[in-house]
């Protein structure tokens, strides 16, 4: 009997591992719709090898910062170059283990290079993908999931909203700050223009494969498929994702008059990025609630980074950053006695503000680390690198054909060269 | 020291344009009169350098002008909407006026005026036909009944005529009146096309802004504001068989029959909306810029008013719908 556990919970890791790799789909569909042709393949094309990048440091160096034994207070170091060994007593394949949280590093790492769209040179995503993959995110997640000070403290983020959500957003935000605004975003008067993404099928397809991808993400993080919890993890999930998509919808509508595409495929990843954290301590009206918030949360804090001046082409910061900060608080509102495995309460079940406290440190230490180490690194970087961004013309012509020398749509571009030398 | 560059043939006209606009700013009736000074001036121009190259009319024609022109209702800048049309189906005059055509758009375009996107101008073949053959075009944009038909014929209602023979077009008009008499349903057609109207006010009655570009925070007049009113009103004229193609005299002439007694209120609501854009002249000159207004900063009043104008444009579509629908019941 213990045989067939141990195996259908590797089986069930493994194909938590897969369902999170795929949202690596979604991210590529997500960020080359969200972004003009002339970038479609370089952003395609770099989430894969920065997922390659970020495979490789998390065996070398990520897991054992994370899980490694005789840590210091930032990260573990022992068992770098993980070979695959099986740890005894265990209910799951370490592999698998090992598996399911590589590919959780590689998709914070893809939502930090959010921040990077359209203007960052090819250098910079490969230096910094090392960087982060090394220095910004096992910190975090040995904070929080790897027996750091903050799991300690009962710290709840069941799948991560701070660890992976937030973290990246961190890192996205010092790069948007570091590298400005893309050309003729903002106007000399102050006011902002809308840079359309090109393909708006794409960015719908892409946030439902991030949708299908979190029941990995989310579900998978129970690791054991025992009493079955896995399917109302799954359940949570779902609810927040849908209410979120709706709130995100109706707000634009009541805002703006129109019901707002983008901000509603936002509001559904809001949702799903701020159950991340409470999708196996909240109750499914919770859930709700939870998911509606991130709706509207992520609709005006869009209205927001757009009013400061910080250019997000992929929203980065408002669906992972606002919504990820509001998930990990919410638990700390919503967590029940009976799901509360980790920590307290939260306020509305008896619990006082002692599990919202522990979650707003949680937060707020998290994304401070993130932000002040990536905005250093990036800033070296800067400086060592003669710029983070490539040239004007460069950004004119398209990152496809000046990072890469060949076009996502070459159709699309290639006549029109052929008309102008003719 | 730099040789004067040669005086071209609109020079005059656009220096004394320049300095003098700045003068008929008080009310929309006084710019308008004055747009149309210049305009038949400029006319007169074109047709003095086309004679010079290719000698006098060949025929009897009219130059008329549509779009805010033809209503009387141009901004301080405006582009161009205008066409041509000659009595003498010919290749002789087909050419002239085609030359004259170019010749007026160019113009235009070098006083002041900028060119129209959409192609609405005499130096288009669209817009510059003998009689005989804009009778042929009106019937087959009738017959149509495309989207892109129909508003041609929207547009070419507002045509006033600004030289050459002033009843060239009225009975080119008339054509669209038999169309309906015959076939009231058509009216519904019509309405259809400009039924769209860019939302303005929000569910908490707020202004509603453009929320990126050039213009945030602005609302884009030209859309919601002046649109509703210009294609509900030019709707019940071309019920009622009015002539006049300005938005007031339309709105004066229908407030004469007892069942539309209602649209006084509209009357002052379109004034209102005209000087609201005669003040933005003040802040900008640009072509753009005049369909846009900056509710910040209005005062209180002038916000709500401007809201209160922007609803009761909604609601006049509305009402124009329901007068055409009951037509139509009391019709069958």
């Known amino acids: ?422 | 020291m730099n040789e004067p560059e040669p005086m071209g043939p609109y020079d005059t006209l656009k220096s004394w344009r320049e300095s003098h606009i700045g003068n008929h700013q008080t009310s929309i009736s006084e710019l308008n009169h004055f747009h149309d000074t210049v305009m038949q001036n400029l006319f007169d121009i074109s047709l003095s350098e086309v004679k010079e190259k290719l000698g006098p009319p060949p025929c009897r024609f009219s130059w008329f002008v549509m779009g805010s022109a033809g209503r009387f209702e141009q901004a301080i800048i405006s582009d161009q909407d205008h066409g041509l049309v000659y009595h003498v189906s010919n290749e002789k005059s087909r050419e002239y006026f085609r030359e004259l055509g170019k010749e007026i758009s160019f113009g235009l375009y070098e006083i002041g005026y900028p060119y129209c996107d959409g192609g609405v101008m005499s130096s288009n073949p669209l817009w510059c036909k003998s009689n005989e053959e804009w009778e042929m075009q009106i019937d087959k944009w009738l017959e149509e009944e495309s989207f892109e038909s129909i508003r041609f014929l929207l547009i070419f209602y507002d045509a006033r005529v600004l030289a050459g023979e002033e009843h060239g077009i009225t009975r080119l008009k008339q054509q669209l009146h038999h169309h309906i008499e015959k076939r009231p349903y058509f009216l519904y057609r019509l309405f259809e096309n400009t039924r769209h109207v860019k939302k303005a006010v929000g569910v908490f009655r707020q202004i509603l802004t453009e929320s990126h570009g050039s213009h945030a925070g602005y609302v884009d007049l030209k859309h919601s504001g002046f649109f509703p009113y210009i294609n509900a009103i030019r709707l019940l004229a071309i019920k009622e068989n009015i002539s006049d193609t300005s938005t007031l005299s339309r709105l004066e002439k229908l407030c004469g029959f007892p069942e539309y007694k209602e649209l006084e209120g509209c009357k002052v609501d379109f004034e209102k909306l005209l000087n609201f854009r005669l003040q933005q002249h003040q802040v900008s000159e640009l072509y753009d810029d005049v369909h846009y207004l900056d509710v910040k900063k209005l005062d209180k009043k002038d916000r709500n008013e401007i809201k209160q104008i922007l609803l009761n444009g909604k609601k006049l579509q509305d009402y124009t719908g329901t007068v055409i629908k009951r037509m139509l019941e009391n019709e069958n």
């Not at chain 1, 203007?119 to 904070?143: D, E, G, M």
């Not at chain 1, 490539?390 to 004119?396: A, H, L």
């Not at chain 1, 571009?413 to 030398?421: A, H, Q, R």
């Open chain 1, 1 to 422: 009997m213990e045989d067939i556990m141990f195996s259908l919970n590797s089986v069930w890791l493994i194909l938590g591992a897969i369902l999170v790799i795929f949202m690596q789909g979604g991210f590529i569909l997500l960020e080359a719709g969200s972004t003009r042709m002339k970038n479609a393949g370089h952003i395609a094309g770099k989430t894969i090898f920065t997922f390659g990048i970020s495979s490789i440091v998390f065996w070398a160096l990520g897991y054992g910062f994370i899980f490694g034994e005789n840590g210091n207070f930032l990260v573990g170091l022992s068992d770098f170059f993980y070979s695959g060994y099986e740890i005894e007593g265990m209910d799951y394949s370490t592999a698998a283990y090992f598996m399911f949280q590589l590919a959780f590093a590689g998709i914070s790492l893809t939502i930090a290079f959010g921040g990077f769209a359209e203007r960052a040179k090819l250098s910079v995503y490969v230096v910094f993908a090392i960087l982060f993959s090394a220095l910004v995110y096992p910190v975090v997640a040995h904070w929080i999931w790897g027996g750091g000070w903050l799991g300690e403290h009962g710290k709840q983020d069941f799948a991560g909203s701070t660890v992976v959500h937030l973290t990246g957003a961190m890192a996205a935000f010092a790069a948007t700050i570091l590298l400005k605004p893309r050309m003729g975003k903002f106007n000399k008067n102050g006011t902002a223009n809308n840079l359309y993404g090109h393909n708006q099928v794409f960015t719908a397809l892409g946030v439902l494969v991030l949708w299908i991808g979190w029941f990995g993400f989310n579900a998978g993080s129970t690791f054991v498929v025992d009493d079955g919890f896995f399917g109302f993890v799954a359940l949570n999930t779902n609810l927040a994702a849908g209410a979120g998509a709706i709130s995100a919808l109706i707000i634009s509508w009541m805002v703006l008059g129109k019901s707002d595409i983008p901000t509603m495929l936002n509001g559904g990843l809001a949702g799903l990025v701020a159950i991340t954290a409470s999708c196996a301590f909240v109750e499914t009206w919770a859930a709700v609630v939870i998911g509606i918030v991130a709706g509207v949360l992520v609709f005006y804090s869009m209205k927001l980074f757009e009013r400061l001046k910080v250019d997000d082409p992929i929203f980065a910061l408002s669906v992972h950053g606002a919504a990820g900060v509001w998930g990990t608080l919410s638990t700390g509102l919503f967590a029940t006695p009976e799901l509360a495995t980790v920590g307290q309460p939260g306020l509305f079940y008896g619990g006082g503000f002692t599990q919202l406290g522990v979650q707003a440190m949680g937060v707020g230490v998290s994304g401070a680390y993130a932000f002040v180490i990536s905005f250093v690194l990036l800033y070296i970087m800067k400086k060592t690198m003669n710029g983070l961004r490539v040239t004007e013309e460069e950004e004119i012509m398209g990152l496809d054909i000046s990072e890469h020398g060949s076009y996502g749509y070459p159709e699309a571009f290639l006549t029109k060269e052929k008309k102008i030398s003719s």
